[in-house]
């Protein structure tokens, strides 16, 4: 090993890109009006959460950390296939995105 | 014969008549429903026989252990106990079981209930033919209730059948509930009896606080320990159960609601506010006169109590003009006949008196309702007259029945009424007086009694009744079979029936009276009961213009007796109308207005208050929700962080590198 990857990235620059990704993903999700962007908002924290778990399996070397990520991007995939269906459907019937328009469950 | 009894059927027989005709009755045919109503209380009256027939009580003591008699009969002796396999009430140290109790007492008084009750089945289906068949089912359900407070053996069980009569007479009063005046005397017995069965539960909770126990036995067992033991509490007690006794059995003050009863059907009267249901309150204090014994307070009481019972409600009953009223009247005298008679220790005497009344009244009332059938339900004494010819069934047996509760020689009335007059002669000075006022009550008796006979049957007839018919057979049985035993009902002697009833009541010590006094009084007695029949022959025979010059003479006295003394008017000022103003009050607007009003507005008002606020939340906007829920999450990880030093720790320890859980996994 090089002397420039034998010292490890410290715990806490990974813990905190987590909690900027995280936070982006927060505000993007609050902020933004588009159906799609604040569904990727919703992608972003998912994988923030991700990156901690990552971390946190590495640094006790612990397998569970590393499962719950799998598990985790399974769901957001199926959620991505399922939540894009339900856009393009809510699109057709609206013409809209805006979130702050698709605020009735009826038409 | 079998050793077993089966006292259980007695009560239950009726019951089953009741449950049968109660809940079936309108589906099955009508002689059906009739012969129901009449099997029940008929077996009920066969069971009491044979288990009279299977004891000794007449033949002397020695045969209770070696049976004589027929041979394979097995006798019983008394008092025969039958408990209920399983248990009733087991709370701490109190035991109740229960218990019913066959002894010389409760069989006299088994075999009326019974006997007379049977007979006025018998004569309801001639005279209710036309009613329902409720009223039936309800007579049986009275019977049920009946025997089951005859035959218990502690005051839990008859203070069961105690309410349970309690409830038949209120649906009986009430039976015609569509006339309003019925509905009211129903609810007026009712109440006016709770106010008496207030004092007889307190005298319960009296008993088990100073006793440990229900049981008469016992507590007669009890008391025979210590007869030292006088007045006090035991005083209290056994005032509380006067004041029982005295609401079922209509005594001063709590006699309001009888005469109101009369709303019901006559049988119904006859039955239950004449026969049987009356004397309950009589039948009491004589199960308990142990108590009553060990208090000669309470036993003044008590004798006072039935003396002013007796000439009140007969001063009451000589200017009546209702034929039903005036026997009601009379009942409520002749039950302060029983009262005195218990009052002054004479319980075997007060008993002879229940039994040989419950024939001759219920004859009476059963005759009233034979004539009151003839002439279509005309209950006015002035109406009638002339009745004689056109109802010779009727006119014979209630002459029966006046000579018998005037207490002419040789009647039923004569001997037990005797019977109490001479105990209370014999109790000295106080003695006497009850004495004289009994005497005096025998008088107005006699009077108002031959009053009713002259106006129901002789002279000219006053209204019209001339379509006037004697009663069918259904009903004349009864009626000729309870004249004989007002006949013949007292032959039995009040020395024979003293002593057979003294095992379950006691034998009063007094002094000593001579065959020769009792002769004397006898003679007394029935010279007053024949005065009151001349002077009441006097006014009625002939033209009724007498009572008139002296209601003119008299005014005052006349208005105070025909409006009963005002008592309803007193009672209804004094405490009907305050309570009822002060429960509309506490009703209307405490309860109703302050307490259910008050919550109903209030649980209102805070879910509007909330929702009012609450409603700000529901903005509808997506992103609104998703900035709450931020908020919470961030909020739940500041008070982590800030209240658990460990986590606080364990993330500086994480950022830092260093390991925490060394022995982990």
Same mark, same amino acid.
């Given at each position: 090993?090089?002397?420039?990857?034998?010292q490890?990235?410290?715990?806490?620059?990974?813990?905190?890109?987590?909690?900027?990704?995280?936070?982006l993903?927060?505000?993007?999700?609050?902020?933004?009006?588009?159906?799609i962007?604040?569904?990727?908002?919703?992608?972003?924290?998912?994988?923030?959460?991700?990156?901690?778990?990552?971390?946190?399996?590495?640094?006790?070397?612990?397998? &569970?950390?590393?499962?719950?990520?799998?598990f985790?991007?399974?769901?957001?995939?199926a959620e991505?296939?399922?939540?894009?269906?339900?856009?393009?459907?809510?699109?057709?019937?609206?013409?809209?995105l805006a979130?702050?328009?698709?605020?009735r469950? &009826?038409? | 014969?079998?050793?077993?009894?089966h006292? !259980?059927?007695?009560?239950?027989l009726?019951f089953?008549?009741?449950?049968?005709?109660?809940?079936?009755?309108?589906r099955?045919?009508?002689?059906?429903?009739t012969?129901?109503?009449l099997?029940?209380?008929?077996?009920?009256?066969?069971?009491?026989?044979?288990?009279?027939?299977?004891?000794s009580?007449?033949?002397?003591?020695?045969?209770? %252990?070696?049976?004589?008699?027929?041979?394979?009969?097995?006798?019983?002796?008394?008092?025969?106990?039958?408990?209920?396999?399983?248990?009733?009430i087991?709370?701490?140290?109190?035991?109740?079981?229960?218990?019913?109790?066959?002894?010389?007492?409760?069989?006299?008084?088994?075999?009326?209930?019974? *006997?007379?009750?049977?007979?006025?089945?018998?004569y #309801?289906?001639?005279?209710?033919?036309?009613?329902?068949?409720?009223?039936r089912?309800?007579?049986?359900?009275?019977?049920f209730?009946?025997?089951?407070l005859?035959?218990?053996g502690?005051?839990?069980?008859?203070?069961?059948?105690?309410?349970?009569?309690?409830?038949?007479?209120y649906?009986?009063?009430?039976?015609?509930?569509?006339?309003?005046s019925?509905?009211?005397? *129903?609810k007026k017995?009712f109440?006016?009896?709770?106010?008496?069965?207030?004092?007889?539960l307190?005298?319960m909770?009296?008993?088990?606080?100073?006793?440990? %126990?229900?049981?008469?036995?016992?507590?007669?067992?009890?008391?025979?320990?210590n007869?030292?033991?006088?007045?006090g509490?035991? =005083?209290?007690?056994?005032?509380?159960?006067?004041?029982?006794?005295a609401?079922?059995?209509?005594?001063?003050?709590?006699?309001? !609601?009888?005469?109101?009863?009369?709303?019901?059907? @006559?049988?119904?009267?006859?039955?239950?506010?004449?026969?049987?249901?009356?004397?309950? *309150?009589?039948?009491?204090?004589?199960?308990?006169?142990?108590l009553?014994?060990?208090?000669?307070?309470?036993?003044?009481v008590?004798?006072?109590?039935?003396?002013?019972?007796?000439?009140?409600?007969a001063?009451?009953?000589?200017?009546?003009?209702?034929?039903?009223?005036?026997?009601?009247y009379s009942t409520?005298?002749?039950l302060?006949?029983?009262?005195?008679?218990?009052?002054v220790?004479?319980?075997?005497?007060?008993?002879?008196?229940?039994?040989?009344h419950?024939?001759?009244?219920?004859?009476?009332?059963?005759?009233?309702?034979?004539?009151?059938?003839?002439? /279509?339900?005309?209950?006015?004494?002035?109406?009638?007259? /002339?009745? +004689?010819?056109?109802?010779?069934?009727?006119?014979a047996?209630?002459?029966?029945?006046?000579?018998?509760?005037?207490?002419?020689?040789?009647?039923?009335?004569f001997?037990?009424?005797?019977?109490i007059?001479y105990?209370?002669?014999?109790?000295? @000075?106080?003695?006497?007086?009850?004495?004289?006022?009994?005497?005096l009550?025998?008088?107005?008796?006699?009077?108002y009694?031959?009053?009713?006979?002259y106006?129901?049957?002789?002279?000219? #007839? +006053?209204?019209?009744n001339?379509?006037?018919?004697? #009663?069918?057979w259904?009903? +004349?049985?009864?009626?000729?079979?309870?004249?004989?035993?007002?006949?013949?009902?007292?032959?039995?002697?009040m020395?024979?029936f003293g002593?057979?009833?003294?095992p379950?009541?006691?034998v009063?010590p007094?002094?000593?009276?001579?065959?020769?006094l009792?002769?004397?009084?006898?003679?007394v007695?029935?010279?007053?009961?024949?005065?009151?029949w001349m002077?009441?022959d006097?006014?009625? +025979?002939?033209?009724?213009?007498?009572?008139a010059?002296?209601?003119?003479?008299l005014?005052?006295?006349?208005?105070?007796l025909?409006?009963?003394?005002?008592?309803?008017?007193?009672?209804?000022?004094?405490?009907?109308?305050p309570?009822?103003?002060?429960?509309?009050?506490?009703?209307?607007?405490?309860?109703d207005?302050?307490?259910?009003?008050?919550?109903? !507005?209030?649980? *209102?008002?805070i879910? =509007?208050?909330?929702?009012?606020?609450?409603?700000?939340?529901?903005?509808?906007?997506?992103? #609104?929700?998703?900035?709450?829920?931020?908020?919470?999450?961030?909020?739940?990880?500041?008070?982590?962080?800030?209240?658990?030093?460990?986590?606080?720790?364990?993330?500086?320890?994480? @950022?830092?590198?260093?390991?925490?859980?060394?022995?982990?996994?």
């Open positions: 090993m090089s002397p420039l990857f034998s490890e990235v410290p715990l806490s620059w990974y813990l905190l890109l987590s909690a900027v990704l995280f936070s993903g927060v505000v993007g999700f609050l902020i933004k009006r588009n159906l962007t604040v569904f990727m908002s919703i992608e972003l924290m998912l994988n923030g959460v991700n990156l901690s778990f990552v971390t946190f399996a590495h640094q006790w070397h612990a397998v &569970k950390g590393q499962i719950f990520v799998f985790v991007m399974m769901v957001a995939a991505a296939a399922v939540g894009l269906a339900i856009i393009i459907a809510v699109f057709r019937a609206r013409a809209t979130v702050d328009r698709i605020d469950m &009826k038409l | 014969m079998n050793p077993d009894l006292l !259980w059927l007695i009560p239950l009726p089953a008549g009741f449950l049968i005709n109660g809940i079936l009755g309108r099955l045919p009508k002689w059906l429903v012969s129901v109503a099997l029940a209380p008929l077996a009920a009256f066969g069971v009491v026989v044979s288990a009279y027939l299977s004891l009580p007449l033949v002397p003591p020695v045969c209770v %252990t070696t049976p004589c008699g027929p041979p394979g009969w097995v006798y019983i002796p008394l008092p025969y106990v039958e408990t209920c396999p399983l248990p009733w087991n709370a701490g140290l109190l035991h109740i079981d229960f218990i019913f109790v066959l002894d010389q007492l409760s069989l006299v008084m088994l075999l009326v209930v019974t *006997g007379v009750g049977f007979l006025i089945h018998v #309801s289906v001639g005279y209710m033919g036309d009613d329902k068949g409720y009223a089912s309800y007579l049986n359900l009275f019977l209730f009946m025997t089951v005859v035959l218990a502690n005051a839990l069980v008859m203070f069961i059948g105690w309410e349970g009569v309690g409830l038949a007479s649906l009986l009063i009430g039976f015609w509930f569509q006339k309003k019925a509905a009211d005397a *129903g017995a109440i006016v009896n709770r106010i008496g069965d207030f004092g007889f307190i005298g909770f009296l008993l088990v606080a100073n006793f440990g %126990t229900l049981t008469f036995s016992e507590i007669g067992a009890k008391l025979a320990e007869p030292g033991w006088q007045g509490v035991l =005083t209290i007690i056994a005032l509380c159960l006067m004041l029982g006794a609401g079922k059995s209509a005594q001063l003050p709590l006699y309001i !609601w009888l005469p109101d009863a009369m709303e019901g059907p @006559t049988p119904v009267s006859a039955l239950i506010h004449a026969a049987t249901m009356v004397t309950a *309150g009589v039948y009491m204090v004589a199960r308990t006169h142990v009553f014994d060990h208090s000669p307070f309470a036993l003044s008590v004798a006072l109590v039935g003396a002013a019972t007796a000439i009140f409600a001063t009451i009953a000589l200017v009546q003009n209702d034929i039903k009223r005036v026997l009601a409520i005298s002749q302060g006949y029983m009262f005195l008679g218990c009052g220790a004479a319980y075997s005497a007060a008993i002879f008196h229940l039994m040989t419950a024939f001759f009244k219920a004859l009476l009332f059963l005759a009233a309702g034979s004539v009151i059938h003839a002439i /279509g339900g005309e209950q006015d004494l002035r109406k009638m007259g /002339g009745l +004689r010819k056109k109802l010779p069934v009727t006119f047996v209630t002459t029966v029945g006046v000579l018998a509760i005037a207490g002419i020689f040789p009647f039923a009335g001997f037990s009424k005797d019977a007059l105990a209370a002669f014999l109790q000295g @000075t106080n003695g006497k007086i009850l004495w004289f006022v009994g005497l009550t025998a008088l107005l008796t006699a009077f009694m031959f009053r009713l006979w106006l129901t049957f002789m002279g000219e #007839s +006053r209204g019209e001339v379509h006037a018919h004697e #009663s069918p259904s009903m +004349r049985g009864p009626l000729v079979i309870l004249a004989a035993l007002s006949v013949c009902g007292g032959w039995i002697g020395k024979h002593n057979f009833l003294a379950s009541v006691g009063l007094t002094e000593a009276g001579s065959t020769r009792e002769l004397i009084l006898s003679v007695a029935v010279a007053v009961a024949l005065e009151g002077i009441a006097k006014f009625y +025979r002939r033209k009724v213009t007498k009572p010059q002296y209601m003119a003479a005014p005052g006295t006349y208005n105070l025909a409006n009963k003394y005002f008592v309803d008017e007193f009672y209804g000022a004094v405490v009907v109308k309570l009822l103003a002060i429960s509309k009050f506490f009703l209307e607007w405490v309860v207005i302050g307490l259910l009003g008050g919550a109903a !507005w209030l649980l *209102g008002g879910a =509007t208050f909330a929702g009012a606020i609450l409603q700000r939340w529901q903005s509808g906007n997506l992103r #609104s929700y998703a900035a709450w829920l931020a908020a919470g999450a961030a909020a739940v990880l500041l008070f982590m962080f800030v209240s658990f030093p460990t986590i606080h720790h364990m993330f500086i320890c994480a @950022t830092s590198g260093c390991v925490l859980y060394k022995g982990g996994h």
